[in-house]
């Protein structure tokens, strides 16, 4: 079965600083890949997802991510981060299958101080 | 983005009553609505998948008698909770994809609170 690991529970940033939340995956096929965010009682939403091509993949607000295959990894970046970017961050997969389940890491909790 | 709306965003029941929770795509099709639940301080769990007019298909280790799923219409899937217990207090979240797939958008969720 699919899983999704994602190894920050909490980080705890100053403004401006740069940002990286990991996030590994256990499938061996072909994988579609995607970070949301959910901010303080907001609905989940999506800041960017990888289907194909370009590994790098730039989302909204400045986010970004990579996906290194022989890693099983699609990190999340971003340079500088700002009070607003405080959320909760989910990495999930889908195997591309007939279903394209949803599957969700753990979430890592941001807490940016301004 | 295309909305999903839950309704009731927060429900307080007694153990032993049904409750259900209604997901509708205000502005698209919704061909498969797929059925969240979050526990506190862990990720959202996949409960069923529901594509419209057939029946649900549910994940392993949940049960599909007490967590019954419809999605009678294109618009509208429904999660009933029956006789609901203090263990089943949780957050519900639905998600919905339109036809020929792409992105999936997610409700507000429900909150359920089981006395």
């Known amino acids: 079965a699919q899983s999704v690991s994602q190894h920050n529970h909490h980080v705890i940033l100053s403004e401006a600083a740069s940002l990286e939340l990991g996030c590994n995956y256990s499938?061996?096929?072909?994988?579609?890949l995607f970070w949301y965010v959910q901010y303080p009682g907001q609905h989940l939403q999506l800041l960017l997802k990888?289907?194909?091509?370009?590994?790098l993949v730039k989302g909204i607000k400045g986010f970004e991510a990579e996906f290194i295959k022989s890693k099983f990894s699609f990190n999340l970046r971003k340079p500088s981060v700002q009070w607003s970017d405080t959320a909760e961050y989910f990495c999930?997969?889908?195997?591309?299958?007939?279903?394209?389940?949803?599957?969700f890491g753990t979430g890592t909790l941001l807490a940016v101080q301004p | 983005g295309a909305v999903v709306s839950q309704h009731p965003s927060r429900v307080i029941c007694k153990s032993g009553t049904s409750v259900k929770i209604e997901c509708r795509s205000l502005d698209f099709q919704a061909t498969t609505m797929f059925w969240y639940r979050q526990f506190p301080k862990k990720s959202l769990m996949l409960m069923a998948t529901s594509n419209e007019g057939s029946k649900a298909t549910y994940e392993q280790g949940v049960e599909k008698d007490k967590f019954l799923i419809n999605h009678a219409s294109l618009t509208l899937s429904t999660l009933t909770v029956t006789s609901a217990h203090p263990e089943d207090s949780s957050f519900y979240i639905c998600s919905a994809r339109g036809r020929g797939g792409g992105e999936l958008f997610f409700g507000e969720g429900s909150r359920l609170t089981v006395l």
């Open positions: 499938y061996g096929g072909t994988v579609n």
């Open positions: 999930a997969v889908t195997d591309g299958g007939a279903t394209n389940k949803l599957i």
């Open positions: 990888y289907f194909s091509g370009d590994p």
